[in-house]
């Protein structure tokens, strides 16, 4: 039986994460690191790593530090094998983090995607905000 808690972060709270250091995404996602097990699939991997090579963010962090951020990332996640599918989400770019969150066994999703947000509750996940999480885990 697992006794820490799984968490799944949308694409946007990650990034938001490594760009704005102190803000409620950073602190959602280094809590959740630290406390828990962050859960992670092949496709997220893949959207990640492609948002993070955008040339966009080069004004904020270098090609360097995204690198390690990632190569960070992976190293600290839980690797998760789709097995169910889904097809629940408004936007369906966003069906494979409700089936990480499914096939992972996760407690939350942390997203400031208002297409998943609004499923909230998705069967036994609390999909919630970086602020919502940090206030459920008493840190703001």
């Given at each position: 039986?697992?006794?820490?808690?799984?968490?799944?972060?949308?694409?946007?709270?990650?990034?938001?994460?490594?760009?704005?250091?102190?803000?409620?995404?950073?602190?959602?996602?280094?809590?959740?690191?630290?406390?828990?097990?962050?859960l992670l699939s092949l496709e997220l991997l893949e959207e990640l790593s492609d948002v993070l090579g955008r040339e966009k963010f080069?004004?904020?962090?270098?090609?360097?530090?995204?690198?390690?951020?990632?190569?960070?990332?992976?190293?600290?996640?839980?690797?998760?094998?789709?097995?169910?599918?889904?097809?629940?989400?408004?936007?369906?770019?966003?069906?494979?983090?409700?089936?990480?969150?499914?096939?992972?066994?996760?407690?939350?999703?942390?997203?400031?995607?208002?297409?998943?947000?609004?499923?909230?509750?998705?069967?036994?996940?609390?999909?919630?905000?970086?602020?919502?999480?940090l206030r459920a885990v008493k840190l703001e």
């Amino acid at each position: 039986m697992r006794s820490k808690t799984r968490y799944v972060f949308d694409t946007n709270v990650i990034v938001s994460s490594l760009l704005f250091e102190n803000g409620h995404p950073w602190k959602a996602f280094r809590y959740a690191l630290k406390h828990g097990e962050v859960l992670l699939s092949l496709e997220l991997l893949e959207e990640l790593s492609d948002v993070l090579g955008r040339e966009k963010f080069n004004r904020f962090v270098t090609s360097e530090e995204r690198d390690e951020f990632l190569e960070t990332f992976v190293e600290r996640a839980i690797l998760v094998e789709i097995i169910e599918k889904v097809q629940e989400c408004r936007d369906p770019k966003d069906d494979k983090i409700l089936e990480l969150a499914l096939n992972g066994g996760a407690e939350y999703i942390v997203s400031g995607d208002k297409d998943l947000l609004v499923l909230n509750p998705f069967r036994d996940v609390k999909i919630v905000t970086a602020e919502e999480f940090l206030r459920a885990v008493k840190l703001e």
